[in-house]
């Protein structure tokens, strides 16, 4: 009796150990940015996770959009990243700094995800292409978009609160 008990009890530990939990897309986005943070030489270096979804162009995939203090520069910045093999995977980042003069710019391969910053209180919505934008409000007076296409090259307007259109310079 005791061999048996001994036995199913070392068997169910075994499955334990075996089953440990995935990582999560939040698990490995602080890791991945306390990683880079360690390889940078200025200790006020910083990173705020703003906004993150997942499955977006698939299942198994995520967006992650964060701003990220360096040498005393905030810029705002969109990462594209997918799971393969149980495993995520680092794929595109783009981004800009808030006081950039043009107002966006894209991913160089698939998914092609346009984005960039707005800080006039008198855009109403963002297009890429026919794509209409997410906008995700950042702090006072400063707000980022995105969108998902599955064009390389598009046209990016803005809409005024007024109706008025405007297309926009990408950023250089």
């Given at each position: 009796?005791?061999?048996?008990?001994?036995?199913?009890?070392?068997i169910g530990?075994?499955l334990l150990?075996?089953?440990?939990?995935p990582?999560t897309?939040?698990?490995?986005?602080?890791?991945?940015?306390?990683?880079?943070?360690?390889?940078?030489?200025?200790?006020?270096?910083?990173?705020?996770?703003?906004?993150?979804?997942?499955?977006?162009?698939?299942?198994?995939?995520a967006?992650?959009?964060?701003?990220?203090?360096?040498?005393?520069?905030?810029?705002?910045?969109?990462?594209?990243?997918?799971?393969?093999?149980?495993?995520?995977?680092?794929?595109?980042?783009?981004?800009?700094?808030w006081?950039?003069?043009?107002?966006?710019?894209?991913?160089?391969?698939?998914?092609?995800?346009?984005?960039?910053?707005?800080?006039?209180?008198?855009?109403?919505?963002?297009?890429?292409?026919?794509?209409?934008?997410?906008?995700i409000?950042?702090?006072?007076?400063?707000r980022?978009?995105?969108?998902?296409?599955?064009?390389?090259?598009?046209?990016?307007?803005?809409?005024?609160?007024?109706?008025?259109?405007?297309?926009?310079?990408?950023?250089?």
């Amino acid at each position: 009796m005791r061999k048996k008990l001994f036995l199913v009890i070392t068997i169910g530990l075994s499955l334990l150990v075996g089953c440990s939990e995935p990582e999560t897309f939040e698990d490995y986005f602080h890791k991945e940015m306390e990683e880079n943070k360690a390889q940078t030489d200025d200790a006020n270096d910083s990173y705020s996770l703003i906004h993150h979804e997942q499955d977006v162009v698939h299942q198994n995939d995520a967006i992650a959009i964060y701003t990220e203090k360096q040498f005393q520069e905030e810029r705002i910045l969109i990462a594209y990243i997918e799971k393969e093999n149980d495993q995520w995977e680092w794929r595109q980042t783009r981004g800009a700094a808030w006081g950039d003069p043009a107002h966006w710019s894209s991913m160089n391969s698939e998914p092609y995800i346009y984005s960039g910053t707005i800080q006039d209180d008198a855009v109403k919505e963002v297009y890429a292409g026919r794509e209409k934008a997410k906008i995700i409000n950042v702090s006072e007076g400063k707000r980022f978009w995105y969108a998902v296409s599955d064009k390389k090259e598009v046209d990016v307007k803005m809409v005024m609160e007024d109706g008025a259109e405007e297309v926009v310079e990408e950023l250089g």
